[in-house]
């Protein structure tokens, strides 16, 4: 008798069959075409492995890419896309089914896991098509060449970012490729690499980002604080007017880059952002690290640099360059181990190894391209929830429920924050009343006790509304003043620090069960 098929098994073999017509050729598992070891704040948080250990399906079509995501037995099943060819809008079309969720005119890897995406043969363009991961996971983009993105004008994709992450996206290694476009804003363009809203644990390695107004961010706003752990080495920017990249809260680790013509600013930390900058060539540029345009200061460690005809504009309101003199402002611990090139040699090591068909080199640390290095076993992890993982190099303290002795220093004090919702206010969480409170705009968000002049503190309190008690999810208390975060963890109530003298203590909530109110945010010596 002829067994009935079930609808998730009829709708993978019908879109199967609609990946050989749009031009995918799927074979047997096998390992991943991609070599070379994932490096930077990619291994962490269980590391990236994209679709190793999967199917191996070939596509010559963005609707090719499209199916081969929609064939899947479900929206984690591994999978490596080899890209051959040209990938436009003329073959760029929506492909329906339970594992996928695309669009026309972007390669969209939406609400997916365990995906690599792999240039290979004569090399994959994407011309005008953009790649956008939203609600994504263990995401690996390797040997491609995105161009020519546009936001405004015709055609339009991505918001006009050529890579662009949004919305809890954890684990993307971005390899080996060129980002490129043909001008700025006013010609429609917009970021080459962007990330927002909830964006952790990202690698963008050996790839060239060039003739561009906009290089990438990193927070779309400066209450937009949730993206952290970025790694950027072995790039080259090249003609980039600025946001190189621009940092908004979080932490970054940009070592052994080329920086070459920055024509208006470089790396731009901002709001909090901690910046750590290790042997990188800065070369034929202007104010290539500072916080700008803002007077919310970022921070950053730098060590090793060159900076060769470099100039520096004057300090000023919004204007914070580091040079002429680069110092460090603050110290970043890494938790994974790393081997940089001297910075001298990294512009000839970078304009060997760096972008989309050379042959995925990689630098030994010693100034020396050499062939990758074996593509790692780790398995799969298993896709992460919307809550990071702490800085590893962060005390991670879990509140008590003993409260501190003496006076609560937040009385009396000041207050301010990132954002606020509708109806909420700041001073509510230093008023004493637990009937009144302050929750961010979103689920995620920050609030301040800030002092006249500098005062010793050892703990905080934070205590939510009555009927909201478990929401606040995870949070890091920082000092304002230096971006040292003094501890982190989960969940209100006790939490306690080395004594620090301060002037501004700042409790950022970044992630959470539903909007937090917090209705005090008290402080101890």
């Known amino acids: 008798m002829r067994r009935p098929v079930v609808p998730r098994l009829h709708a993978a073999l019908a879109t199967m069959a609609l990946a050989v017509a749009t031009g995918a050729v799927l074979t047997m598992p096998q390992a991943s075409a991609a070599t070379g070891g994932v490096t930077g704040y990619a291994t962490q948080n269980g590391g990236t492995t994209g679709g190793a250990g999967g199917t191996t399906v070939r596509a010559t079509t963005g ?8 064939g899947r037995a479900d ?20 492909v329906s089914g339970d594992s996928c969720n695309t669009a026309a005119g972007v390669i969209e890897l939406k609400q997916v896991s365990n995906v690599t995406l792999v240039g290979v043969g004569g090399g994959a363009v994407f011309d005008q098509v953009g790649i956008h991961l939203r609600e994504a996971s263990n995401i690996v983009i390797r040997n491609v060449t995105v161009r020519n993105v546009k936001k ?4 339009t994709s991505n918001g006009g970012d050529a890579i662009g992450m949004e919305s809890t996206v954890r684990n993307v290694w971005v390899d080996h490729t060129t980002l490129e476009a043909s001008g700025g804003e006013s010609e429609g363009f917009d970021g080459l690499f962007d990330m927002k809203d909830d964006t952790r644990y990202v690698t963008l390695s050996y790839s060239i980002l060039r003739n561009s107004g ?3 961010l990193v927070g779309s706003s400066e209450t937009d604080l949730s993206n952290s752990f970025i790694t950027y080495h072995h790039n080259l920017y090249e003609n980039i007017d600025s946001r190189a990249p621009l940092l908004r809260g979080g932490i970054a680790h940009m070592y052994n880059n080329h920086y070459l013509s920055l024509n208006e600013s470089g790396i731009n930390a901002r709001a909090g952002a901690r910046a750590r900058v290790d042997a990188n060539y800065f070369e034929d540029s202007k104010d290539v690290l500072g916080t700008f345009y803002t007077d919310a200061a970022g921070y950053w460690q730098v060590s090793g640099n060159i900076y060769d005809n470099v100039t520096w504009s004057a300090r000023g309101t919004g204007n914070n360059p580091a040079g002429p003199d680069p110092q460090s402002t603050t110290t970043v611990a890494l938790p994974y181990a790393f081997t940089a090139d001297a910075a001298s040699c990294v512009p000839a090591v970078v304009s060997r190894t760096a972008g989309a068909g050379k042959g995925l080199l990689e630098s030994d640390g010693a100034c020396t391209p050499q062939s ?3 593509t ?6 298993t896709p992460t929830t919307p809550t990071p993982t702490p800085t590893p190099s962060t005390p991670t303290t879990p509140p008590t429920t003993a409260p501190p002795g003496g006076t609560n220093l937040s009385l009396g004090a000041g207050s301010d924050g990132s954002g606020k919702a509708d109806g909420t206010s700041y ?19 920050s609030v301040s006790i800030k002092w006249g002049s500098p005062t010793a503190v050892s703990s905080a309190v934070v205590k939510e509304t009555s009927g909201t008690t478990g929401r606040i ?24 620090f080395a004594r620090t003298t301060l002037s501004k203590l700042t409790f950022e909530i970044t992630g959470s069960n539903g909007t937090p109110q917090v209705a005090e945010f008290e402080t101890y010596a």
Do not use: F
Not at 376 to 381: G, H, Q, S, V
């Open 63 to 70: 609707t090719a890419i499209h199916a081969a995501l929609c």
């Open 75 to 94: 929206s984690g099943t591994p999978i490596t896309i080899e890209v051959e060819g040209t990938i436009d809008h003329a073959n760029t079309a929506k």
């Open 152 to 155: 405004s004008g015709s055609p």
């Open 214 to 216: 906009r290089g990438g």
């Open 372 to 374: 990758p290095s074996p």
């Open 376 to 381: 790692p076993t780790t398995p799969t992890p």
């Open 427 to 445: 001073g509510n969480v230093r008023d004493g009343s637990l009937s009144t409170y302050w929750s961010p705009p979103g689920t995620t968000g």
């Open 473 to 496: 999810g995870s949070w890091r208390v920082v000092d304002a003043g230096t971006g040292s975060v003094l501890a982190s963890g989960s969940g209100a109530g006790v939490i306690t």
